[in-house]
């Protein structure tokens, strides 16, 4: 059973940082190229960032561009995202999401995802 369980949300004021972590477990971590969307409320989920099942083939979305950097831990099957210079727009459920590491979906649609976790909560105040 694939599990994918984000942690590291929680309250910060503008400008303030959080590292986010995602625990795969029940999957061949190395295989999947991994993500990580957003759905603030009220609104559609959206693209934040893309890593490649090495590491490398990194994109981002252009609200986070400077701000965040994904990685990952393959020896901990382990996604990160650090979260600096957070803005009150941030505001969301962060979610990791794991791809298949040949599929030629396109990495920024949340159809192109097979596995998802439950999410953590992102509140930046003002």
């Known amino acids: 059973q694939v599990q994918l369980v984000e942690s590291g949300g929680g309250l910060v004021q503008a400008g303030g940082s959080l590292r986010l972590s995602c625990a795969a477990s029940g999957l061949t971590f190395s295989w999947y190229a991994m993500a990580w969307f957003r759905q603030a409320p009220g609104k559609e989920r959206e693209f934040v960032a893309v890593?490649?099942?090495?590491?490398?083939?990194?994109s981002y979305a252009d609200s986070v561009k400077g701000r965040f950097t994904i990685s990952r831990d393959n020896a901990k099957n382990t996604l990160y995202l650090q979260t600096n210079g957070l803005k009150p727009e941030d505001t969301a459920v962060y979610f990791c999401?794991?791809?298949?590491?040949?599929?030629?979906?396109?990495?920024?649609?949340?159809?192109?995802?097979?596995?998802w976790g439950q999410g953590t909560q992102v509140t930046v105040s003002s």
């Open positions: 890593i490649g099942w090495s590491g490398g083939d990194i």
């Open positions: 999401a794991a791809r298949p590491r040949f599929s030629s979906r396109n990495y920024y649609l949340g159809q192109a995802y097979d596995y």
